[in-house]
């Protein structure tokens, strides 16, 4: 059985997660919101509003992007939406493995129900 | 600026997080499901599906229950239900002590807004 970690950063109002960092990455790897958005199977409004989320909550905007134009703009993950990203996932990374021994035991009182994924 | 990680264990299908520990919590405290639940804002419904989901998740039940009864039933943790707990704690509690460093990069990072809250 694998056991997954989800962890969320709480940024003093804004949230940091799973969520925005798979959009990120897809942005990165895209380089289109709505796009990345759609392949999350969240709306453009929704993934423009949690671009415009992150740009806001921080010093230098995570993503910069141009809106509309022949082929719907395009976005790039800036410099510090690089670092933000790395960051997180360095957290995650860190947290599985000081976590790990915890984690075993509580996976060790887990019913013997075979997996159905 | 306080910085919070919230954490979720994805266990085979069944997810662990603040809100399942919290409720574990509550029902030690008060000794009671449908209290604990009234208290986080949740229906009496949703707090028992919660720790059925738990109870079944688990070779041992985490909650022992007595439904009904002429003061509604009483609830409580049992060994293992505390263990988990435990467990858990410890997993945020690493996460947070390992991941400092690069969480303290984020915030470092975030726009000087004044904390609403």
């Given at each position: 059985?694998?056991?997954?970690?989800?962890?969320?950063?709480?940024?003093?109002?804004?949230?940091?997660?799973?969520?925005?960092?798979?959009?990120?990455?897809?942005?990165?790897?895209?380089?289109?919101?709505?796009?990345?958005?759609?392949?999350?199977?969240?709306?453009?409004?929704?993934?423009?509003?949690?671009?415009?989320?992150m740009n806001?909550?921080f010093?230098t905007p995570l993503v910069d992007?141009?809106?509309?134009?022949?082929?719907?703009?395009?976005?790039?993950?800036t410099?510090a939406g690089?670092?933000?990203?790395?960051?997180?996932?360095?957290?995650?990374?860190?947290?599985?493995?000081?976590?790990?021994?915890?984690?075993?035991?509580?996976?060790?009182?887990?019913?013997?129900?075979?997996?159905?994924?």
């Amino acid at each position: 059985m694998t056991l997954r970690l989800r962890l969320r950063l709480d940024l003093g109002g804004v949230r940091f997660g799973p969520g925005k960092a798979e959009l990120l990455e897809r942005i990165r790897e895209g380089g289109s919101i709505s796009a990345a958005g759609r392949d999350m199977g969240m709306s453009y409004k929704r993934a423009w509003m949690l671009v415009e989320e992150m740009n806001t909550a921080f010093r230098t905007p995570l993503v910069d992007s141009t809106r509309g134009g022949a082929h719907g703009g395009g976005a790039r993950l800036t410099e510090a939406g690089a670092a933000v990203l790395a960051h997180y996932r360095r957290v995650v990374a860190q947290a599985e493995r000081a976590g790990a021994q915890d984690i075993d035991a509580i996976a060790a009182m887990l019913s013997d129900i075979p997996d159905e994924k």
